[in-house]
């Protein structure tokens, strides 16, 4: 059964840098792709990188200074960090495999603020 | 970055009408590989988005049949024929052909 979850800390202060995992099962990452996809409260959809099957990754030009997206194989997880948060970066932050968009997680609420 | 237009942003209709949402990419979608990236998602609220229609016109499994996708190259419809109670939420189209992955801004359904 395909799953995915992510987890992460729901408060994170401005400027600090924050650090979410998506774990999967039912399916490897060394033969699926995952995007990150985040969304403002009351707002629409925004991607915000992948990192692609054969481990390379591709960002979002808007975040690309500030966000790195990597995985672990072993353990069925793939990796957000961005730094230099500021309050524009409250929102609910999605994974789901990418390509198919058939499965997402059931998304974080991560909120900036001091 | 391919912007996707989508028409109406409200739409209010009632049970067992049938209502069609419109998405217009500012570029054609349709990919070197003779494939169209073109997606529709709906986002109940308070859950995450749910696969409709894959590649404009495939359904995604479990969906009901009556929804369906058209479209080709900058213009795409998702229609639903029948709205039923569980079908009120915002639809999304995203496109997957060019990068970066963008999506529509979102058409709320509403009960009237």
């Known amino acids: 059964q395909v799953q995915l979850k992510e987890s992460g800390p729901g408060l994170v202060q401005p400027s600090q840098t924050l650090s979410l995992t998506c774990t999967v099962s039912?399916?490897?990452?060394?033969?699926?792709?995952v995007s990150w996809v985040r969304q403002p409260p009351g707002k629409g959809l925004e991607w915000m990188g992948a990192?692609?099957?054969?481990?390379?990754?591709d960002y979002n030009s808007a975040l690309k200074s500030r966000l790195s997206i990597s995985r672990d194989t072993s353990k069925s997880q793939v990796f957000l960090k961005m730094n230099s948060l500021q309050t524009e970066d409250t929102a609910i932050y999605f994974c789901t495999r990418h390509w198919s968009f058939d499965y997402w997680g059931q998304g974080v609420m991560v909120t900036v603020s001091s | 970055d391919v912007v996707l237009t989508q028409t109406p942003p409200t739409l209010s209709a009632t049970i067992g009408q049938s209502v069609s949402i419109s998405c217009r990419s500012s570029?054609?979608?349709?990919?070197?590989?003779?494939?169209?990236?073109l997606n529709w998602l709906l986002q109940r609220p308070g859950q995450s988005p749910q696969l409709l229609i894959y590649?404009?016109?495939n359904l995604a499994s479990g969906v009901p049949n009556r929804f369906s996708g058209s479209g080709s190259e900058t213009d795409f419809t998702l229609k639903i024929s029948g709205v039923e109670a569980e079908d009120l939420g915002l639809y999304y189209c995203m496109q997957a052909t060019h990068a970066p992955l963008t999506f529509g801004a979102g058409t709320k359904l509403e009960l009237k």
């Open positions: 570029q054609s979608l349709l990919d070197g590989d003779g494939d169209t990236y």
């Open positions: 990192i692609w099957s054969g481990g390379s990754t």
């Open positions: 590649s404009v016109s």
């Open positions: 039912g399916f490897s990452l060394t033969s699926n792709s």
